[in-house]
């Protein structure tokens, strides 16, 4: 399951030894729901291998300026803190699946890669 944070929760994520998958999204965001669908299956199947949390850019702006997200939905897959990875638009499933299994597995993930929406 993913967790929503906000500024007083966020701290637990910086902590966090786990690579962390962050989803920043909006409620009125229309490819921000399938995307945050997607990422809550896939929270289960990397369960105690991968952190997934939720931030609302309108609800929490300064998490978001802290990684630069400008656009919603924007995926970043964090290690040790630092953003590794960024995804920008909505993602199909092999593209997160691929991620996350170099996350999850210890593997290092290239970091700057971004990738632009995909389309489902």
């Known amino acids: 399951m993913i967790n ?14 786990l690579p ?3 989803c ?14 997607l990422a809550d299956g896939l929270a289960r199947d990397y369960d105690d291998r991968v952190k997934f949390v ?10 978001a300026e802290r990684y630069h997200v400008t ?7 964090l290690q040790n803190t630092q953003p590794v990875n960024r995804l920008l638009g909505f993602q199909d499933r092999r593209t997160l699946i691929s991620l996350l299994s170099s996350a999850a597995a210890g593997e290092e993930v290239p970091e700057g890669k971004l990738v632009s929406g995909s389309g489902p």
């Open 24 to 37: 920043f999204v909006t409620r009125w965001c229309h490819s921000c729901y399938p995307t945050c669908l």
């Open 71 to 77: 656009a919603v939905p924007t995926i970043l897959l």
């Open 4 to 17: 929503d944070v906000d500024r007083d929760s966020y701290r637990g994520v910086l902590e966090c030894e």
């Open 54 to 63: 939720k931030v609302d850019v309108e609800e929490s702006p300064e998490i």
């Open 20 to 22: 962390v998958f962050a």
